[in-house]
């Protein structure tokens, strides 16, 4: 496909043009062809998380997150590191109020 291109003041004729991205709704575009193994197990391969495809970190963030397993035995009864929710007067009648609907205490 030839096309006039217009380049500032410049008229460059006949470029060759082509077309890269496929068409979606073009009957010819979208015919069925053979899956092709390699392509398909390397697409699976990188769908995978981090863990499952290297044996250790790639990059200085992923160092963060990479051991599951907790630095300090997390205790349930230990205060210092377990906040749980407390129920007062008031906060029960906050939850009282915001369940019955009454916007007028926001």
């Given at each position: 496909m030839k096309r006039r291109v217009r380049s500032?003041?410049?008229?460059?004729?006949s470029?060759?043009?082509?077309t890269?991205?496929?068409?979606?709704?073009?009957?010819?575009?979208n015919l069925e062809e053979p899956a092709d193994a390699r392509f398909l197990n390397l697409i699976h391969h990188t769908a995978q998380g981090p863990r499952k495809k290297y044996p250790e970190t790639q990059t200085e963030n992923q160092?963060?997150?990479w051991d599951l397993e907790p630095l300090v035995n997390p205790e349930r009864h230990d205060r210092r590191?377990?906040?749980?929710?407390?129920?007062?007067?008031?906060?029960l009648y906050k939850a009282k109020t915001w369940g019955l609907g009454d916007d007028r205490h926001k």
């Open positions: 500032g003041t410049h008229l460059m004729c470029l060759e043009v082509h890269i991205t496929r068409k979606p709704m073009s009957w010819h575009d160092e963060v997150g590191l377990n906040y749980f929710r407390v129920c007062s007067d008031i906060t």
